[in-house]
C-alpha cells in the first residue's frame, strides 16, 4: 500500500495512523500536509457528535444570503452543541415564518413564542384562516433579503431589470455594487450581523437584526 501511495504523493516522510478502517497520511510537504487535513477532517467528522452519549443541542435560526433551489436566500435551523455547528437543516421560507412566529411547534422554538414580535421585525403576520384550515402569511419584510447580495434577482435575466428605474420593468433591483456580491463597502456594513463572506449565517438574534436592517430606510441608503 505504501508503494502505490509513493506512486501518486511527492512526499519524503510519510506516517500512517489507522482509525478503524480509514488511513490518515501526515504528509512534510506543505501542499500535501493541507490536503491531509482534509482526509482527517473527513475521517473524523468535523462535527460529529459523541457517540451513545446524551448531548444538549442548543437550536436556532440562521439566514445565508445564498440561493436554494426554492429561495433567493437560505433559511435554516442550526443546532450547536459545545459552540459546535453539529446539525444544519434548509426550511422553506413559509416554514421560517411559521416557526418564528410559533404558530409551527419546533425544536428551534418549542415555546412557540412570537420571535418577530420579540425581536421588533414589524410587517410579519400570521392569521389563521378558519374556513380554509390554513393560515395566510403575511411578510414582506424577508422580500428584501436577496436585494443585500445581489442586483438582479436570482434566476431572472439581467435585461429585465436594466431599464426598472425608466419604469419599463416590473421588476425590482437588487443593492449590491457588484452583480452578483457586495463590495467591500457593503460587506463590512454586514459584518455586525456576522456575515464576513457569503458563507456565513446571520445566526440568532443576527438573522432577525438583518431582516430589520433590510427594511429600515436609514440603512439601505446608507448601504446602497
Given amino acids: 500500500m505504501l508503494q502505490d501511495l509513493e506512486k501518486f504523493v511527492p512526499a519524503t516522510f510519510l506516517l500512517i495512523s489507522r482509525i478503524g478502517l480509514k488511513t490518515i497520511v501526515l504528509l ?10 482534509i482526509l482527517i477532517s473527513v475521517v473524523m467528522g468535523a462535527n460529529q457528535l459523541p457517540k451513545g452519549e446524551t ?24 443546532g450547536f452543541h459545545e459552540g459546535r455547528l453539529v446539525e444544519k ?21 418549542p415555546e412557540k413564542k412570537d420571535l418577530f414580535f420579540k425581536y421588533g421585525v414589524p410587517q410579519c403576520k400570521v392569521v389563521y384562516d378558519q ?10 419584510v424577508l422580500n ?13 435575466p439581467i435585461e429585465e431589470t436594466q431599464s426598472v428605474e425608466s419604469g419599463s420593468s416590473s421588476k425590482s433591483r437588487g443593492w449590491s455594487k457588484h452583480l452578483t456580491g457586495a463590495d467591500e463597502r457593503q460587506l463590512q456594513m454586514l459584518e455586525p450581523f456576522g456575515i464576513k463572506k457569503y458563507q456565513d449565517y446571520a445566526i440568532g438574534k443576527d438573522a432577525f437584526d ?7 430606510p436609514s440603512f439601505v441608503s446608507r448601504y446602497k
Avoid at 512534510?28 to 487535513?37: C, E, G, H, M, Q
Avoid at 374556513?131 to 414582506?140: E, K, Y
Fill in 55 to 78: 448531548v444538549k443541542i442548543d437550536y436556532t435560526f440562521g439566514i445565508l444570503l445564498m440561493p436554494n433551489w426554492q429561495e433567493p436566500v437560505t433559511f435554516s435551523v442550526l
Fill in 210 to 216: 438583518l431582516i430589520k436592517a433590510a427594511n429600515d
Fill in 144 to 156: 428584501n433579503l436577496w436585494k443585500l447580495r445581489y442586483q438582479v434577482y436570482p434566476g431572472d
Fill in 131 to 140: 374556513p380554509q384550515n390554513a393560515f395566510l402569511l403575511n411578510c414582506p
Fill in 28 to 37: 512534510k510537504k506543505v501542499s500535501d500536509i493541507f490536503i491531509a487535513l
Fill in 89 to 109: 437543516k434548509h426550511i422553506s421560507k413559509k416554514e421560517f415564518i411559521l416557526m418564528a412566529s410559533g404558530k409551527l411547534k419546533s425544536v428551534v422554538n
